[in-house]
């Protein structure tokens, strides 16, 4: 019977739960044991999980006896909830997406609270409302939100609170990984490379997820300190320009920025197009605020491995490379 602490973290085998995983797995210190939880325990990432050493465990947000149950001897929980997973079109119906984050982050901090975890870190966001307004200035989404997968997450902060669960607030940013899927460069008619984002001049911030992980691991290991303190996290500060021309020298050929227009964002039509559109709108009007908060010697102190952009494009720029073809 191992005497190390133990993590439980949900959504091990998405990105940010996998990446907290395999931190955590990979620490030298070897300081805890690591539990993750999943709703597909079969599957080929919760094998390998388990082949590294993870006690895979079922679990399921919107299943708040299942939570009770593997949170049970748990020091630390990881609490990560979806807004873009996969739906039913008869759970689309049933409730809204962010209906579903609140309630799936009440099951979790209550069944945290009947556990007697001492610690939970939650991976939330800022309310964009607090810039973008209430009113018909920017479209509001699902009857009340600005941008529902921040706004709600930021609610549920409260939640926490409210279950007086030992909590820290992981704030994260845009993913980088959004440069090698849907806001990749793509190539003109012309043959020549763009960047089209919706950020004006304002620096954007971001990180490469398996830094959440990372970090995420760290604000464990300092523990107590971090208790009832928010830490917000990004591995870069960039305009579109700079991010344009690491992709330049990257990708050996000239990326240009392009800076989409909000409005012209929204009106692409594709599914989330008004609140991705909305979200473009609150990181450029709230960048002094957004990037102040997020300061990168103050992420490095947690984690040293902490990747600028440049970094990580130097471990993807093949994968873009191969996505343009």
């Known amino acids: ?101 609140l309630s799936q982050a009440d099951h979790a901090a209550l069944a945290a609270k009947q556990a007697g975890v001492e610690h939970v870190v939650w991976s939330t966001l800022e309310d964009t409302r607090d810039v973008l307004g209430t009113d018909g200035r920017v479209p509001t989404v699902e009857g009340r939100y600005k941008v529902p997968h921040f706004d709600a997450k930021a609610e549920a902060d409260a939640i926490f609170v409210e279950y007086e669960v030992p909590t820290t607030l992981l704030r994260t940013t845009f993913f980088f990984e959004g440069f090698a899927g849907a806001m990749a460069p793509r190539r003109t008619d012309d043959g020549e490379l763009v960047l089209a984002l919706p950020m004006a001049d304002q620096p954007l911030s971001g990180i490469a997820v398996a830094d959440i992980g990372k970090t995420a691991a760290a604000v464990f290991k300092r523990g107590r300190d971090l208790v009832g303190k928010t830490v917000s996290i990004a591995g870069d500060h960039l305009t579109g320009n700079q991010y344009a021309a690491a992709l330049s020298d990257a990708l050996g050929e000239p990326v240009a920025y392009l800076p989409v227009g909000w409005d012209d964002f929204r009106a692409q039509g594709f599914p989330g197009a008004i609140e991705m559109g909305n979200m473009f709108q609150y990181y450029a009007e709230n960048s002094a605020r957004f990037v102040g908060d997020r300061d990168l010697d103050a992420v490095r102190d947690l984690n040293p491995e902490l990747l600028s952009f440049r970094d990580w494009l130097s471990q993807h720029a093949a994968e873009i490379a191969t996505r343009l073809g």
């Open 1 to 101: 019977m191992t005497d190390k602490k133990l993590i439980a973290v949900l959504g091990a085998t998405g990105s940010q739960g996998g990446g907290l995983v395999r931190a955590l797995l990979d620490d030298p210190d070897r300081e805890f044991a690591v539990r993750a939880l999943t709703r597909s325990t079969d599957s080929k990432t919760a094998r390998e999980l388990a082949a590294a050493g993870a006690e895979v465990v079922a679990a399921d947000l919107d299943d708040g006896a299942s939570l009770r149950t593997a949170f049970d001897g748990a020091h630390g929980v990881y609490v990560v909830t979806n807004y873009w997973a996969e739906r039913t079109p008869e759970e689309e119906a049933r409730r809204t997406r962010a209906e579903m984050e």
